[in-house]
């Protein structure tokens, strides 16, 4: 049963971290269900509440953090309301539209829609799609750094306790 429980929980550590870059898959949401799934196999003992609050903190961060990120790139490059929408929808449906490329070509595509619609001039509109790229890039390394470091909280936690 031990073994169950650790390939559960290694399976939805792999999850999570797969989501801080395709982000069809629940991230975060896989690695935070991870600690209940230990908690229901081996017991929730090693964990106190000051675990919770801080995991609690870093996945309320991810998500704080992955819309503002994203939407900063595209505002630093001088993006409308529409253009952050755009890229926002390029975001979730280019992977579904263009499998292989969608995730990177959906949030510029979407960006450089938005930013047409919202009245600017095509040079500006491809600057802002730029800028949405480099959110989402930022945006991809902010998840990953702190995914690693609620999985390596976990580990010293249970370690610890």
Do not use: C, H, N
């Not at 630093?76 to 969608?102: D, E, N, Q």
């Amino acid at each position: 049963m031990a073994i169950l429980g650790w390939v559960l929980i290694i399976a939805l550590f792999a999850v999570g971290l797969a989501g801080a870059v395709y982000p069809i898959l629940p991230g975060a949401l896989a690695i935070y269900f991870a600690f209940f799934v230990y908690g229901w196999f081996f017991g929730f003992a090693s964990f106190g509440p000051w675990f919770w609050i801080i995991q609690t903190l870093i996945v309320a961060a991810l998500f704080i953090a992955d819309y503002i990120v994203g939407a900063w790139g595209v505002k630093k490059f001088g993006g409308s309301r529409s253009s952050i929408i755009g890229s926002t929808i390029g975001l979730i449906a280019g992977p579904f539209v263009i499998p292989a490329f969608g995730l990177i070509i959906g949030p510029l595509l979407g960006a450089f829609i938005g930013e047409m619609i919202a009245g600017s001039d095509p040079g500006k509109a491809l600057k802002v799609s730029a800028g949405s790229l480099l959110g989402l890039f930022s945006s991809t390394v902010v998840k990953i750094v702190l995914q690693i470091v609620m999985v390596i909280l976990f580990f010293i936690w249970i370690g610890l306790y």
